[in-house]
């Protein structure tokens, strides 16, 4: 690499010039195009695929299923909630009390903690069917709450 060095009055480079050299691997060295000149001066390698492993497919939960929110009421220490799940899809669908829970706080659909549906006896809900539940649950008076029911998300707010 030739660096220009200084300019005299005129702008012109005057005859000063730094001069360096060096030595790097020639699978560095670039083309016009931006294209790495020794990979294309590399010996072709015949490449033996790999088999990929076979891919299991992952159920998606809840498919199929509807909620609807009945109606939420609140009193003294409690909030209860009525709800219909419908089952639309064509497979049977377990709900347990993990699938049910409400998050209450101060702030807008609180992210949690998240409250199972404690005693809520495990089920499964068949393709066509449809359950209503109601559900008490603890509550001090938040003005904010999530309730989730499978894959659903809903915002309440008191």
């Known amino acids: 690499m030739l660096l220009l060095g200084e300019t005299d009055e ?6 000063t010039r730094t001069l360096v050299t060096a030595v790097y691997p020639i699978e560095q060295e670039l083309g016009r195009a931006g ?12 490449v033996t695929p790999t088999p990929l492993p076979s891919a299991t497919p992952t159920l ?3 498919i199929g299923l509807d909620v609807q929110i009945i109606s939420v009421t609140t009193s003294a220490g409690q909030v209860t909630t ?9 497979t049977l669908l377990p709900i347990t ?11 807008e659909n609180p992210p949690g903690p998240r409250t199972p549906a404690e005693g809520l006896t495990p089920f499964d809900l068949l393709p066509g069917q449809a359950a209503d ?3 008490v649950w603890l509550w001090s ?4 709450a999530s309730l989730g029911i ?3 998300h809903f915002a309440l707010q008191f």
């Not at 005129?10 to 005859?15: F, I, Q």
């Open 133 to 135: 539940m109601t559900l």
């Open 97 to 107: 009390p993990e699938d049910v829970w409400l998050a209450l706080g101060y702030v």
């Open 60 to 62: 998606i939960p809840f």
């Open 10 to 15: 005129e702008g012109l480079p005057t005859g």
């Open 150 to 152: 499978g894959g659903y």
């Open 141 to 144: 008076d938040e003005p904010y």
């Open 82 to 90: 009525r709800l219909r799940l419908y089952n639309g899809g064509n």
């Open 35 to 46: 294209e790495l000149i020794g990979a294309l001066a590399q010996p072709v390698v015949a």
